[in-house]
């Protein structure tokens, strides 16, 4: 019997496109040993970390340079893990399914403190060991990157190496030193470390030894002299930076499913308690035409026909008015929507908010913070209620039917009456939903606030879990109003987060503890359990309090001391007082230095462009020409097989439109709030069906050659799926739906056997209940739908199947009743629908 593979265990999983790795514009390289081979790993589910921005342009880079080659791999969701100990397959990546064990250097993106156990469990299944000191000569390197690595000690066991800061600035140099250890004889590994410490940005945890102070904390002792802390990889002029022009279109539901455009990185508006707006300074904006460029070729490469503009303050970006002006002007006759994130309370300007009104509308977010302004002073939040009225006015006016709001309980120096001050501003806010004309629904998003290294806060407590589950019901039983929706983040993950956050080296083993009891998926309500982690800490002998109580004496040294992120220390206690006596810090960006440490002024300094706001003004905008009123009607054929039948009706629907948007194909489409393409398929197959023809009905502005239309979708369609045919619909008449079809079914576990097909044709009937499309039980009878059954052999049958009831029977049905084959029979076997007028 042949050994177990991923694609035999796929017909097993939810959701197995996840795992096919065959998406537009990935990457598939010939394995050599002349290469470095690179994992990039994400520890989370492939929706969220397919919609990871940093992973995007790593892969590109390295996949850029021919000696290089980079694949990915991500969390397996905990019905694959199960396939794949219960087959006692490892982890292995997306384009060639290679063991992670047999990777140079694999690459972890650390975003969220739960998402560690994930990382545990991924190097377990991949057959790697979790710490350094256990590697041998053969072994991967591990390494680590992302803003968790601000603070890497709770982790620091299970990486070599550990890349703080921006990693497009650090990652060649890395596999550049890689290849040159190797032409030096692969030494044994420290040599390798010994020269990635020696590039800025790079922290080699084995090179610190851990000691104890008097009262019991850790303290971390250099073993060499030179190499006491490690300074912050920063990327200077983001228009010198890799982007990726032509982005991995993943299948699913990706939590960010649009081309996304990274406009500016940093932000300078000095919020204390916010740890990116510190750890990514200093601002630094891509030029205006730079963004138009590479969005223009992305949009082309992608098929994409939605666009966010990225940053941690988009509003605030120098030229958003004129930019925004300019991409809507050619994204118009593409039909592509500019979704905006949140936009920062009292940054909406006229012409912005102009630009806005032909915004597609979703929701809308604002995020006070704090419902006190005296607690917004503390904080640095730099927005009155008056900023928040007007923004909200302002959102619903440019038809908004949806607003978030976003506060934090638990800050510094909160008291009761801050937070009634969240109750009375959102009843401040209800009544502009309720103005002639206007129906709209404000959502309240609460969570407890958790102190975050290298913030001002980094030596406060974190309030209870009692106090925090009092202040959440407070809130949620006083805003029990009409048109007024709230949500809370679980204050017990807040509490596992911020042990995590502000944790030492003594919960390395704590972690693989926790993953032993089953910890995964820990930032997910489906999985969480508080209980377990307690129960974790108490037997791995923590006192969680140790990591949230804080400190009052801001020269108590800290874990991450070493970690220079370029905010001096001295700044953070200057915040920190400042936040006690309520005085506000300016944004450096429109007013004077604040003098935080960042900027030498020379190599790095902010970077915007004020100077370009008149950039495009001199250039006519384009015509608006109306869409074509044109309707032609071409009725596509092609095969879906191997791969591709994994994939689900809606994820078809997806890849045909981008494909034709690849292809420059001009789609028709309706009219309405939201047009959509007007594409149409002649059968909706089940997942896990490869069919030798399907047809789908295609509505083009413009008529087109069949065998231009053929050529010219035929490179945009991923493996698996191939065009084989193209005709005007007027030859074809309409899309042929056929109500008798022909199978061929090869089963990969049991067999057929001929006494069930006797006892088959013995039956004046045989029945089963069916749902109709409205829900209702229809009894089928499988004699009636039932033309032609035949075995080919011992593993293989023919049918030709029809309907009863108006229903169509399908393969499984007479699979299950009248072979009697068990759910995981049917599920593994393989069903391919022949084409049409097979015999």
Same mark, same amino acid.
């Given at each position: 019997m042949s050994e177990t593979?991923?694609?035999?265990?796929? /017909?097993?999983?939810?959701?197995?496109?996840?795992?096919?790795?065959?998406?537009?514009?990935?990457?598939?390289?010939?394995?050599?040993?002349?290469?470095?081979?690179?994992?990039?790993?994400? /520890?989370?589910?492939?929706?969220i970390a397919t919609s990871h921005f940093g992973i995007q342009i790593l892969y590109g880079m390295l996949n850029a340079?021919?000696?290089?080659?980079?694949?990915?791999?991500?969390?397996?969701?905990?019905?694959?893990?199960?396939?794949?100990?219960k087959n006692r397959l490892p982890l292995g990546s997306l384009e060639s399914q290679t063991p992670l064990k047999e990777f140079d250097i694999i690459g972890f993106s650390l975003l969220y403190e739960l998402n560690y156990t994930n990382m545990v469990n991924m190097l377990d299944l991949g057959g790697v060991p979790f710490f350094t000191e256990q590697r041998k000569e053969k072994d991967p390197f591990v390494i680590g990157g992302g803003p968790c690595t601000c603070n890497p000690e709770p982790v620091a066991d299970f990486f070599d190496a550990i890349v703080v800061g921006d990693g497009e600035a650090v990652i060649l140099q890395m596999t550049d030193a890689w290849k040159d250890w190797l032409q030096s004889g692969r030494g044994n590994r420290e040599a390798l470390l010994d020269r990635w410490s020696l590039i800025k940005g790079v922290y080699i945890p084995s090179f610190f030894d851990v000691s104890l102070?008097? %009262?019991?904390?850790?303290?971390?002792?250099?073993?060499?002299?030179?190499?006491?802390?490690?300074?912050?990889?920063?990327?200077?002029?983001?228009?010198?930076?890799?982007?990726?022009?032509?982005?991995?279109?993943?299948?699913?539901?990706?939590?960010?499913?649009?081309?996304?455009?990274?406009?500016?990185?940093?932000?300078?508006? %000095?919020?204390?308690?916010?740890?990116?707006?510190?750890?990514?300074?200093?601002?630094?904006?891509?030029? /205006?035409?730079?963004?138009?460029?590479?969005? &223009?070729?992305?949009?082309?490469?992608?098929?994409?026909?939605?666009?966010?503009?990225? &940053?941690?303050?988009?509003?605030?970006? &120098?030229?958003?008015?004129?930019?925004?002006?300019?991409?809507?002007?050619?994204?118009?006759?593409?039909?592509?929507?500019?979704?905006?994130?949140? $936009?920062?309370?009292?940054?909406?300007?006229?012409?912005?908010?102009? $630009?806005?009104?032909?915004v597609r509308k979703t929701g809308f977010t604002i995020a006070p913070e704090a419902g006190s302004q005296r607690l917004r002073d503390v904080i640095n939040k730099n927005i009155t209620e008056a900023d928040i009225v007007d923004t909200v006015e302002n959102a619903f006016s440019l038809g908004w039917k949806m607003i978030k709001l976003y506060f934090m309980v638990g800050l510094p120096t909160e008291t009761q009456a801050d937070i009634e001050a969240i109750v009375d501003l959102v009843k401040h806010l209800k009544p502009i939903t309720k103005r002639p004309g206007r129906s709209g629904k404000i959502n309240v998003s609460v969570a407890t606030f958790v102190p975050k290294p290298h913030t001002p806060f980094q030596w406060e407590p974190q309030i209870s879990l009692e106090t925090a589950l009092e202040k959440i019901n407070w809130l949620k039983e006083n805003l029990k109003l009409p048109g007024i929706h709230v949500k809370w983040q679980d204050p017990r993950v807040s509490m596992i987060e911020g042990v995590w956050a502000r944790g030492d080296r003594k919960l390395n083993k704590v972690l693989i503890n926790a993953w032993k009891d089953g910890c995964r998926f820990d930032g997910w309500t489906d999985f969480f359990n508080y209980d377990r982690w307690v129960t974790v800490f108490e037997e791995s002998g923590i006192n969680t309090s140790q990591y949230t109580c804080g400190t009052s004496d801001t020269n108590q040294p800290l874990p991450w001391d070493h970690i220079?992120?370029?905010?001096?220390?001295?700044?953070?206690?200057?915040?920190?007082?400042?936040?006690?006596?309520?005085?506000?810090?300016?944004?450096?960006?429109?007013?004077?230095?604040?003098?935080?440490?960042?900027?030498?002024?020379?190599?790095?300094?902010?970077?915007?462009?004020?100077?370009?706001?008149?950039?495009?003004? %001199?250039? /006519?905008?384009?015509?608006?020409?109306?869409?074509?009123?044109? &309707?032609?009607?071409?009725?596509?054929?092609?095969?879906?097989?191997?791969?591709?039948?994994?994939l689900g009706h809606l994820e078809m629907i997806k890849i045909f439109i981008r494909s034709f948007r690849r292809g420059g194909l001009p789609l028709k489409y309706s009219k309405g709030f939201h047009p959509m393409p007007k594409i149409s398929f002649g059968d909706t197959l089940p997942m896990g069906m490869q069919s030798e023809e399907e047809q789908l009905l295609v509505t083009l502005t413009e008529s087109i050659d069949p065998g231009e239309l053929v050529l010219r979708l035929r490179p945009q369609m991923p493996g698996g799926l191939e065009i084989t045919g193209c005709t005007p619909e007027v030859q074809q008449k309409k899309l042929e739906r056929d109500n008798k079809q022909a199978y061929r079914v090869e089963l990969k576990d049991g067999f057929f056997m001929e006494k069930d097909l006797d006892w088959f044709f013995g039956q004046q009937s045989v029945t089963i209940e069916r749902k109709s499309k409205k829900g209702k039980l229809v009894v089928v009878d499988l004699k009636?739908?039932?033309?032609?059954?035949?075995?080919?052999?011992?593993?293989?049958?023919?049918?030709?199947?029809?309907?009863?009831?108006? $229903?169509?029977?399908?393969?499984?049905?007479?699979?299950?009743?009248?072979?009697?084959?068990?759910?995981?029979?049917?599920?593994?076997?393989i069903i391919t629908k022949r084409k049409k007028n097979y015999v």
């Open positions: 593979s991923i694609q035999d265990i796929l /017909p097993l999983v939810q959701m197995p496109s996840r795992y096919l790795g065959s998406e537009i514009n990935r990457i598939k390289k010939s394995w050599n040993q002349t290469q470095v081979h690179v994992a990039l790993a994400f /520890p989370d589910l492939y929706e340079r021919e000696n290089i080659l980079a694949e990915r791999v991500f969390a397996p969701a905990v019905d694959m893990e199960e396939q794949l100990r102070d008097s %009262g019991g904390k850790q303290q971390l002792i250099s073993k060499r002299a030179s190499y006491r802390d490690v300074e912050r990889a920063v990327v200077s002029d983001l228009n010198m930076a890799p982007f990726p022009l032509q982005p991995i279109i993943p299948f699913g539901k990706p939590v960010h499913d649009r081309l996304r455009m990274e406009i500016a990185r940093g932000c300078t508006r %000095g919020c204390r308690f916010c740890q990116a707006g510190m750890i990514y300074r200093p601002v630094r904006e891509r030029h /205006p035409e730079s963004i138009l460029s590479s969005v &223009s070729q992305s949009l082309e490469e992608s098929g994409y026909e939605d666009l966010s503009l990225l &940053s941690l303050s988009t509003g605030d970006y &120098s030229c958003i008015a004129p930019l925004m002006k300019k991409i809507m002007e050619f994204g118009a006759k593409d039909r592509v929507a500019i979704s905006l994130p949140s $936009l920062r309370a009292g940054s909406l300007t006229p012409e912005l908010m102009e $630009l806005i009104r032909k220079n992120i370029g905010v001096d220390r001295s700044f953070l206690v200057e915040e920190k007082d400042r936040a006690f006596e309520g005085r506000i810090t300016k944004d450096c960006r429109t007013g004077s230095c604040s003098g935080c440490g960042v900027c030498d002024f020379e190599s790095l300094k902010p970077v915007s462009f004020h100077d370009q706001k008149d950039l495009f003004s %001199g250039e /006519p905008p384009a015509a608006e020409s109306e869409p074509s009123e044109k &309707s032609i009607k071409y009725v596509v054929t092609f095969k879906k097989m191997n791969a591709s039948r994994f009636k739908a039932v033309s032609e059954i035949r075995l080919l052999d011992r593993h293989q049958v023919f049918m030709s199947l029809g309907t009863d009831n108006n $229903l169509m029977v399908r393969p499984g049905h007479v699979m299950k009743t009248v072979f009697n084959l068990s759910d995981r029979q049917i599920l593994t076997a």
